[in-house]
């Protein structure tokens, strides 16, 4: 464990995050669309999981543009009509991502970052906690979609970084 470094926890940490969030895209396309797209409640932060899903994949797009010196006006994904468009377009973002975090360098972490919110307001902040951002805020997403999947067909499997661990080191879960 000495070896690793933190671009190695980066890189880890976001496998886990594309294959957490997969695992309940998985689920919620086997529902189908018009069960994807039943609204669920308005206890959520979006109330059907095909807004929750589009949420996280916006989420993933804005901060890969802001962390490669963009600032959109406007989160993408709110416009995608169904999973099929957003399975396409999550696949090139993450394609993205993959590229990105390929080629990250130790120095590269402490980068500072500047970027625009979608109203424009200017912030400066170092690009480690903005890597770490992104998949926590897909955790709390993701346990809306699995409460939400819960509540429309059944507990979803387990997306617990423990449980991807044992599933990629061979020792299933």
Known sequence: M???????????LYDYHWWANRRLFH???GLGEVVAN????????????QRMLNHLYGGDA?????????????VPGA??????????RWDAVESEQRSYLAALRPDDLGRTVDYKTTDG??????????????????THHRSEVATMLTMLSGSPPDTGIATYRLLVSGQGA
């Open 27 to 29: 689920v919620a396309a």
């Open 2 to 12: 000495a070896d690793v470094t933190a671009v190695d926890l980066v890189r880890g």
């Open 121 to 138: 307001k200017p912030f400066r902040v170092a690009l480690w906690p903005l890597l770490q951002h992104v998949a926590n805020h897909a």
């Open 62 to 74: 804005i901060w890969l543009s802001r962390w490669q010196g963009d600032s959109p006006s406007s």
């Open 38 to 49: 039943r609204e669920v409640g308005p206890q959520f932060s979006f109330p059907t999981v």
């Open 79 to 88: 416009d995608i009509p169904s999973l099929a468009v957003l399975r396409e």
